[in-house]
């Protein structure tokens, strides 16, 4: 007795035709709920290294711009505190040159000189306490500092502050020509305003 094989052609067929269309159905629902055409390398393998490649400069470019904030953040508020003391410096000028005229007495030279010891004590203070996120600014360890705003490597930008306490911004020259600081104030019969360098260690360029 003979062995026969009964098939259906038709029924494998439809089968066949069902199962493309479910995998069609099913990479369409893919797409309509991640909203992206490639959703894996068999979608189109090159495509979806060029997709990777531009979602990682996305990623990255994103966190540079918060990094940029930051950066814009801690310089501005480096700025609030070089300008409280460009004011401060401003104060203690004006009161040096009161105290530098002849019709100014002990007592008068003595009063101004206990504003101007409270002014250097604020800038000393502007000095050692600004900081942003626990790193200080204005006392002089904020050299060289790297902000990361952009995607790769090496997309930097640097800053530097230098230091703004009292003992390395705000002069007077004596009349013999050589510099003293504020605190010699009444140690000097004769005293002129050198408004040319009090500010040499906080311009704009150094900034």
Known sequence: MGLR??????????????????????N?????????????????????????GLRF??????????N???????IQLADQGLQKTVDLINQIS????TASNDTEDATSRAAL??????FLAEIDNISNTTSYKG?????????????QVGAYADQTISLSVNKTA?????????????????SNLLSTSQLTYDSASHLNNINAGQL
Request: without cysteine.
């Open 135 to 147: 790193t200080k600014l204005l006392d002089g360890s904020f050299i060289d500092k790297f902000f």
């Open 28 to 52: 369409s629902l893919t797409k309509l709920s991640t909203g992206l055409r490639i959703n894996k390398a068999a979608d189109d393998s090159a495509g979806m290294t060029i997709a990777d």
């Open 166 to 182: 009292s003992t390395v911004i705000g002069k007077i020259a004596g009349a013999s020509g050589s510099d003293t600081n504020y």
């Open 94 to 97: 004006a009161r040096a040159i």
């Open 57 to 66: 400069q996305s990623n990255n470019l994103l966190k540079a711009i918060d």
């Open 5 to 26: 094989i009964n098939t259906n052609v038709a029924a494998l067929n439809a089968e066949k035709n069902l199962m493309l269309t479910n995998n069609r159905l099913s």
């Open 113 to 118: 000189q206990a504003d101007i010891n409270k």
């Open 68 to 74: 940029g904030n930051h950066a814009i953040s801690a």
